[in-house]
């Protein structure tokens, strides 16, 4: 798509609007209505202090890291690093590299961390993470509210930057309003689609970085992050993004370059409706603690893209990660159903299996694959770099690690078994056709992670 897209365009650019465009308004209104953003003044003095403490106490610990990540069955080093900070247990996975979370402060949970910042930057994080499912969820309640009125009034906030609706004003809707309108599973729902359960942490000083891609539709200029949608989320769930990017007074605004677009000295979020050529681009500055919300679908019909500015910047990009295959609660579920076909003879302690039936068979080993390729590779090949904040991984590592050795020792009674003379012959074809199917995934993984 991207490539027809390009040649389409030819040497043309798309054209696209920043708030200092008097038709700025008009289209984010009618196009990018999903969008929501609150200035820095918005947010409690508080809250920015303890998170943009915590961003440069995790930076000063070595806490982000470049992720290597596989596009199109080759390995890149993401430009901007990165730290996954969440539920105890839950895991992210984009472009096929999982991240684990090092786990905020839960009750119910011993977590230990290898210092008192580190803990108190997680606990800054679990704050900031409250907060914007608060905003998110009366944004969505003043969304469902405006569009049942049809009130379609636009205000206009003195900085140019301030563009927000009437909706993304302090005060939002007020409850009473809001819920005369919102049914109560609707209400659930919303709950449900804002209810954050990991933040990824960003981090980069585009000084240090010898190449930045262009931005190739619009001549926006330096990319952080290329266009895209973010994936593994909750469907319709909404994303939450607090920005900090560290202005010193060198890094102001040049107000004497009446630039056309947008000002490279600041940062900005670029949204374009996807695979579209016809509704202009949208490029909007972030400030120091300034946050947007995507609502709703936006993250499915728009993409984005993270445009550089000339200083170091942190952002928080909170999500519903969509974790019905990416936590412990459900790999240990796998393991479980896995080892029920494992027996233990009660006098001589041999391990046999209960059936060798293709079905039972199949499911074994693809939970066996699903331990070693999904987590324990997943986790073990980016180093021991989650040590740095926390070693509460390391149990539940060790545990599924004995899982896996379980389910070693199963592949190989499998082979024992339909070795065995009196095995029915039109079984056990059945039994090694499905098998040898799941080895041989096994042995291509096998060498594919060796490789990366």
Request: charged share 25%; net charge negative; aromatic share 10%.
């Amino acid at each position: 798509q991207k490539k027809k897209l390009l040649e389409e365009l030819g040497d043309n650019r798309l054209p696209y609007v920043t708030p200092a465009d008097a038709d700025f308004h008009q289209l984010w209104k009618t196009k990018y209505s999903k969008l929501i953003f609150r200035k820095s003044d918005t947010v409690p003095e508080e809250l920015h202090q303890m998170v943009q403490e915590g961003f440069l106490t995790l930076q000063k610990h070595n806490c982000f890291f470049q992720d290597l990540v596989r596009i199109k069955g080759k390995d890149f080093v993401t430009p901007v690093s990165r730290i996954l900070i969440g539920n105890p247990g839950c895991t992210y996975k984009y472009l096929n590299t999982r991240l684990f979370t090092v786990p905020w402060p839960t009750e119910g949970y011993d977590i230990k961390y290898c210092s008192p910042q580190i803990h108190n930057a997680c606990k800054a994080l679990i704050r900031l993470n409250d907060y914007l499912h608060i905003e998110a969820v009366k944004a969505l309640q003043g969304q469902n509210f405006f569009e049942t009125k049809e009130i379609k009034d636009t205000t206009v906030i003195d900085r140019e930057q301030n563009f927000a609706t009437s909706l993304t004003e302090k005060g939002s809707v007020s409850k009473d309003q809001s819920s005369s309108c919102v049914p109560e599973d609707d209400y659930i729902s919303l709950k449900n689609r804002t209810s954050y359960n990991l933040t990824l942490l960003n981090y980069m000083d585009p000084l240090q970085m010898l190449y930045l891609k262009q931005e190739p539709y619009f001549g926006m200029g330096n990319m952080a992050v290329s266009w895209h949608h973010d994936e593994n989320l909750v469907e319709r769930s909404t994303v939450a993004v607090y920005s900090y990017s560290c202005e010193g007074s060198a890094m102001e605004e040049s107000n004497e370059q009446k630039l056309k677009g947008r000002d490279p000295a600041v940062w900005h979020v670029g949204l374009k409706v996807a695979w579209d050529i016809e509704t202009p681009g949208l490029a909007i500055p972030l400030h120091q603690g300034d946050f947007y919300l995507m609502l709703d679908d936006l993250n499915m019909t728009h993409q984005h893209c993270v445009l550089a500015g000339f200083s170091p910047r942190f952002s928080s990009t909170h999500r519903v990660a969509d974790c019905s295959r990416g936590t412990l609660e459900y790999i240990f579920g796998q393991c479980e159903l896995a080892l029920q076909n494992l027996q233990t003879d009660s006098d001589s302690m041999a391990l046999s299996l209960k059936s060798l039936e293709t079905a039972v068979v199949k499911q074994v080993e693809e939970i066996h694959n699903e331990v070693e390729f999904e987590w324990l590779r997943q986790f073990w090949f980016q180093g021991k770099r989650y040590l740095k904040c926390s070693d509460w991984w390391l149990k539940p590592m060790a545990k599924l690690e004995e899982f896996w050795r379980k389910m070693e020792i199963m592949t190989s009674l499998v082979l024992s078994e339909v070795g065995r003379e009196e095995q029915i012959e039109e079984q056990r074809n059945e039994t090694i056709s499905c098998f040898l199917l799941v080895l041989t995934e096994r042995q291509r993984l096998r060498k594919e992670w060796t490789a990366r």
